[in-house]
């Protein structure tokens, strides 16, 4: 999923590139026709890798790429090496596409070893691009993995419905096996529709056959994407958020589909008072079954709050709600602080139960202005609660300050394969890794992260 920018100001992010340039690895030959253990294993070697926007349109890297960029940081036992970096843009070799100035190349990401052939690829969305006469038709790039890491890339073809102006297509990206045949597959969104690409796909452009997710004659607008597995057969389903216009009267719900070998069938939906803005998946009880965590950051007057719509073997049902309110949990609810502004879900500590990071983007500290700070629930049986929270404030970035939007990303992934979930936070202008422990993730040891701009691959 990706994390759209902050609806209030901020300070410009600097945006100015690493080299392109990608150092020798020393990974183990991947099998042919296997699908990569890891999703995000870029170059085979057994570690996820990092790969988050730096899309500031209209600024200039210092090797002339424009319009937005991704930078890749690649993992090793001793987690994310800095040292071992690529920036993928629309002027890198073999990128289809020339970058340009309302671009926003990395607007979203997703990935997935669409290939199956050992190595993950990147996806990434450019819902800005202008495609002949078609302005904002958008774009999905596929950046193919190698032994080497990321090289070359393949568009995907939009279908009628997403090909036309406006259709800003790739805005949002997710990826899974959703009809269980081992091959990935790839939803996006064009046109304010989703639209399943059925894997395997090839770098000559082929995919397996495309089908539009919509409620037919419903009045649904889709805007994000979530995956993962909610009711515990091996497939992976989708949760769509969206807004449906009942009486033309808006309402704002998500929308659960379960994997099936069709491809996608139709669950149940969920409305809620505000815009669902953020979802991610995680088995927060240990039961077996993925529980959906609903970031709604504008919920009363933007104080947010979290909805959690837990797993059955049948699908969602039932559902809780966390905020700054809820017993344990640190601060207290104010206007505009946009808790749940960015959600994700991992093991941090290793007791096999998720845990849920919330971003708290817009929190006021001591009189500093959307400071931010990051809330981590720690699951265990029953699911979460307040009292198994930990609120990691702005300070472990750095010297406290206005406007830093601490919390703006977040993103729990074991980067360095010791069984605990990382924490990746993105703020104004910077991002910070904290490696997983047997409690919370800690600052000590963070690793700050080379020309952060934007959100992080799901």
Do not use: C
């Not at 036309?164 to 969104?189: C, K, M, R, W, Y």
């Not at 939906?269 to 803005?277: M, N, V």
């Amino acid at each position: 999923m990706h994390q759209r920018p902050l609806r209030l100001a901020l300070a410009t992010a600097t945006a100015a590139a690493l080299t392109g340039g990608l150092l020798t690895f020393s990974a183990a030959t991947a099998t042919a026709a296997t699908v990569a253990k890891h999703y995000d294993d870029f170059n085979g070697d057994g570690y996820r890798d990092l790969a988050y926007s730096n899309y500031s349109s209209g600024i200039s890297g210092p090797d002339g790429w424009t319009g937005g960029a991704v930078t890749v940081v690649y993992g090793s036992a001793g987690g994310l090496d800095t040292g071992r970096t690529q920036v993928v843009h629309q002027d890198s070799p073999g990128i289809p596409g020339t970058g340009e100035e309302d671009d926003y190349f990395g607007e979203s990401l997703s990935s997935a070893d669409l290939n199956k052939d050992g190595y993950a690829d990147l996806i990434v969305g450019n819902g800005t691009e202008h495609v002949g006469s078609a302005e904002y038709r958008g774009t999905v790039t596929i950046v193919w993995g190698s032994r080497s890491g990321l090289s070359g890339g393949t568009n995907l073809a939009p279908r009628s419905g997403a090909s036309g102006s406006q259709s800003h297509f790739g805005s949002e990206l997710a990826t899974g096996d959703f009809n269980g045949d081992g091959s990935p597959d790839l939803a996006v969104i064009g046109g304010s529709e989703a639209w399943l690409y059925r894997g395997p796909f090839t770098k000559s452009g082929t995919t397996g056959s495309v089908t539009k997710i919509d409620k037919e004659g419903a009045g649904w607008y889709s805007h994000d994407l979530a995956a993962g597995k909610i009711n515990g057969d091996g497939r992976t389903d989708l949760v769509v958020l969206g807004t449906q216009f009942v009486d033309n009267k808006p309402a704002h719900r998500i929308w659960y589909l379960k994997g099936a070998s069709s491809g996608l069938t139709s669950g149940a939906s969920k409305t809620y008072a505000s815009e669902p803005f953020a979802a991610t998946i995680g088995d927060f009880d240990k039961n077996g079954y993925g529980d959906i965590a609903v970031g709604l950051p504008w919920n009363n007057d933007g104080k947010g709050i979290v909805s959690v719509w837990r797993g059955t073997s049948s699908g969602p049902s039932g559902s809780m709600t966390y905020n700054q309110a809820s017993s344990g949990v640190s601060g207290s609810p104010e206007a505009d602080d946009n808790f749940g502004y960015s959600v994700s879900a991992a093991d941090t500590n290793g007791d096999g139960y998720a845990d849920l990071a919330v971003g708290v983007p817009q929190e006021d500290v001591d009189g500093k202005e959307d400071q931010g700070g990051v809330t981590v629930f720690r699951g265990g049986s029953g699911g979460l609660t307040g009292t198994r929270s930990t609120w990691i404030p702005q300070s472990v970035l750095g010297p406290a300050d206005s406007y830093v939007s601490f919390g703006s990303a977040v993103r729990l992934r074991d980067l360095d394969r010791d069984g605990r979930a990382d924490l990746t936070v993105g703020a104004n202008g910077d991002g910070l890794l904290m490696r997983g422990t047997t409690t919370t993730p800690t600052a000590t040891g963070a690793v700050h992260l080379p020309e952060y701009g934007g959100g992080f691959l799901d």
